[in-house]
């Protein structure tokens, strides 16, 4: 017998979309339960993360027409990736697979079969991944393949040029349940999860109707929220900077020495002045970053993640 899939579909003030999103989907989905590569209990299901306008409406009305669809209401508006979260929990109890897409339908889900061949073939997480962006615009593509490098040499571990178009088995849920960190971004928790995983790249297309749900200033918070949930290098940068300035401040010693020797270059106070700014400028730096660096322990002490998930005991 097929597994069962829930597609979860995180959607806010999404009622340009909602109508078309979801007869696609329902196409796709029957498509694929009638060719058996998913079982007949699968489901769509829409996340409303306290959507103000129709949304919830609609998800109703799609829901009293048919059994497929079914659907998660948050209280209020928590964003997208706790919306993902709980669209994700709420389906890890009751399907076997679940994949999360878009409302936009921005991703293509003609590859849903291959993400489903893959997970058939033992991969537990499944990326998506954007192969070419022909209709974003020259800043989002330029800003978001900056954002990749940066999260690399920062040394965060994220798939390249994926989002949240993501397949992952019942373990690989549970697996995600054990991380309770509050602030979410989980294109760098997933990859921590471990398993199997593969890839599907498609071409991502262009928001059929409706605005973008992430203006600028959410992208911003959304791109600091992965830098700093993940690495504590930026305050390393302090105590680095606070180790150069001190040897920087011994050459400057030095050089302040050889002035005050010299006649007539310097005028009385300077030289103790000057290695005094150095100096302290330097500790100070220093211990900001000292401190800095058993703060980012308690940081990572804090988030409770989890220290090792077990795949297999033979015994
Ligand atoms: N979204 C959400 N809560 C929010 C913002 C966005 O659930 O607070 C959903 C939105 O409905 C959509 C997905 O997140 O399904 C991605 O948003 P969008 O397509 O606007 O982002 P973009 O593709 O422009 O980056
Ligand atoms: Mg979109």
Redesign the pocket.
Known sequence: MPDTLYIV??????EAVLPETSSRLRDKLLRMISAGIVDDSSKIMF?D?GSKDKTWEIIEALHDSDALYSAVKLSR????QN??MAGIMTAMRRADVTISI???L?DDIECLDEFIRQYNDGCDIVYGVRGDRPKDTAFKKASAQTYYRLLKILGVNVVFNH??YRLMSKRAMEGLASFREVNLFLRGIVPLIGYKSGTVTYSRGE?FAG????PLK??LAFAWEGVSSFSVLPMRFITILGILTFIISLGFMLYTFIMAILPGRTVPGWSTLMISIWLLGGLQLLALGVIGEYIGKIYSEIKDRPKYIIETILE
């Open positions: 579909v995180p959607c806010y003030n999404e996340v993360d508006n928590k964003g997208h919306a993902l878009d409302a936009d921005q989002a949240d928001r605005e973008s749900k992430y959410k992208m």
